[in-house]
Every structure is written in structure tokens, then in C-alpha cells.
């Protein structure tokens, strides 16, 4: 959102620049499917990048394909990506250099952040209803802003 939520955020990755920084913790995963999503580019129809953590393995993912492995002994991290001229980069815990570069057209984009599980009732069946089986994000910091 935009003009203090009145407004859908929608731009190009081909004019200005879009950043999205998050400093977070994946605290809590499902039992049987241990996957989440946390930090992620859309467009109007589908996602274009995404972080995703399994177990203790945290990627990069491009069209739903695994890009980059970022760290395979996850803990707190922090992620930001940078959009400009047709580019999208994505920084890990701070590093000068991106991990990793996404060059692709796309419009109507926006940010999302949050916690997207990516489980169902079909993975975790019995332990579907358990009070102890749940997803959690913390967010320490998010900032986003846009330069045109």
C-alpha cells in the first residue's frame, strides 16, 4: 500500500528503484512440512522472488525453482531487494555484493512481507487441528521505500 494505505502499490521493475529491507526471525514452522515463506516480490498475477526457508536451509526461489541456497544453518537474518532498471538484487545479512541477481521485465510489483506457510491439511493431517502447530515471523525491522 501507499499514500498511508489508500492507495495499491504497483510499479515496474524498469522505472525508479524499490526497496524492501527486512531484519527477521522464522520462529516457528509446521510439524510434518517444515516450509515458509517470508519475504517475497508479486505481481498481479503471481510471484517473481521470493525467500524461502525448509528446515534450516534458507533460499532464494525464482518461478517456484530453488536459485541460490543462502544458508543451510538459518538463524536471524536480514534480507533487502533492490529493483532498478530491469534488476532485481538481493542482499543477505548485509553483504556490499547481491547473493543473487534477477534480471526480468514485470510490472503492477509490489512487496510483500509476513509469514506465507507452505503447508496444508493434506501434509500435516493429524497434527492439522494441535494448538502447537503454527507459523510465526518475527519482524525486527521493515522499511520499504520507492526513488522515481
Same mark, same amino acid.
Given at each position: 500500500? &501507499?499514500?498511508n494505505g489508500k492507495t495499491r502499490a504497483s510499479w515496474s521493475?524498469? +522505472?525508479?528503484?524499490?526497496?524492501?529491507?527486512?531484519?527477521?526471525s522464522i520462529t516457528a514452522l509446521p510439524f510434518k512440512r517444515k516450509h515458509i515463506v517470508a519475504g517475497q516480490i508479486h505481481d498481479d498475477s503471481k510471484y517473481i +522472488?521470493? +525467500?524461502r526457508l525448509e528446515e534450516n536451509k534458507l533460499f532464494i526461489c525464482v518461478?517456484?525453482?530453488k536459485v541460490k541456497m543462502l544458508t543451510s544453518n538459518y538463524?536471524?537474518?536480514? +534480507?533487502?531487494?533492490i529493483v532498478q532498471n530491469g534488476k532485481t538484487s538481493v542482499y543477505y545479512n548485509g553483504e556490499n555484493e547481491p547473493s543473487?541477481?534477477?534480471? &526480468?521485465e514485470y510490472y503492477n510489483a509490489y512487496f &510483500?512481507?509476513?509469514a506465507y506457510v507452505q503447508s496444508n491439511i493434506s501434509k500435516e493431517y493429524d497434527e492439522c487441528c494441535n494448538e502447537d502447530n503454527y507459523i510465526e515471523v518475527l519482524i525486527y525491522k521493515?522499511?520499504?521505500c520507492e526513488e522515481l
Open positions: 500500500m &501507499k499514500d521493475s524498469m +522505472i525508479g528503484t524499490h526497496k524492501m529491507f527486512i531484519q527477521q +522472488i521470493f +525467500i518461478n517456484g525453482e538463524n536471524r537474518f536480514t +534480507i533487502e531487494f543473487y541477481v534477477l534480471e &526480468k &510483500k512481507a509476513g521493515l522499511n520499504v
